[in-house]
């Protein structure tokens, strides 16, 4: 990666910045499964050229859509998004299923040297992950996690799901190491604001930047705050809710994406 790849803001030299895109995916359909649209995503991503991408809702197989669409890519969704442009990848699966499997995804620029999937599924209706990734950035080797997280529709169980998460990050994450946490949170009534920041000690990039969490679902008429940008040990430069075309025609979800820049 380019000098200029893996820095941003012209008023910040020295800064350590990354650009980060969070989507659920909606398994490369859009609202109410009308079409199958994986190829117009992966086109709409790549421009965006965030450096590290959490997906939602990613399949990893399906044969039943696999045999229906015949532009079906014969890998994973996941990798076929990433192919060429994200030479890192980590994968969830979560809901696993007669015909296939899917859950959540990390695509990064830079090295993923380890990472792990929690499952923190409370239905067998409703199988839910939170995914824990460690990448290592240039030039001094520093380790940045970034966990990507789909919580539940039920909110008592969205609840346990957000304490587990705080969990997590007191045990596997380093107080002082940079943090961010993306992803599809279902949290509609922003209950999960005050446990995040008081248990780990997070912040919200729209919060933070506007006052308030984006507005992301549904994608075309958006009314509903359910994906977030968490962060710690960073400090959000910008962040923007991504509603022009061609995105509310690509998923249910409307991406977020933020620039986020790391201790120097």
Not at 82 to 104: C, K, L, P
């Amino acid at each position: 990666m380019t000098r200029k790849d893996s820095r941003i803001g012209s008023d910040l030299p020295g800064a350590p910045a990354l650009k980060l895109l969070t989507l659920n995916t909606h398994k490369g359909f859009t609202q109410f499964n009308r079409r199958f649209v994986l190829h117009e995503l992966r086109d709409a991503v790549r421009e965006v050229a965030a450096d590290v991408v959490c997906l939602q809702e990613v399949v990893g197989v399906h044969h039943g859509h696999a045999a229906r669409h015949a532009n079906w890519p014969a890998q994973p969704q996941y990798r076929f998004l990433a192919e060429a442009i994200w030479g890192s990848v980590a994968y969830g699966g979560n809901a696993v299923y007669q015909e296939g499997h899917h859950g959540n995804a990390v695509l990064s620029k830079y090295p993923i040297v380890r990472y792990r999937n929690h499952d923190v599924s409370l239905s067998s209706l409703e199988r839910r992950g939170i995914l824990h990734c460690v990448l290592q950035l240039p030039p001094d080797q520093r380790e940045v996690h970034v966990v990507c997280t789909h919580l539940s529709l039920r909110e008592t169980h969205r609840l346990r799901q957000v304490h587990h998460l705080c969990s997590l990050v007191a045990a596997e994450v380093p107080p002082g190491a940079p943090l961010l946490v993306a992803g599809d949170f279902n949290d509609w009534r922003g209950r999960a604001h005050r446990v995040l920041q008081r248990d780990a000690g997070l912040g919200e990039a729209f919060v933070e930047q506007g006052g308030r969490p984006a507005v992301s679902f549904p994608a075309r008429w958006p009314l509903l705050q359910l994906d977030r940008i968490y962060f710690r040990n960073a400090r959000v430069l910008r962040c923007e809710v991504l509603q022009a075309k061609p995105w509310s025609r690509l998923s249910d979800h409307l991406p977020l994406y933020a620039e986020v820049a790391l201790p120097g």
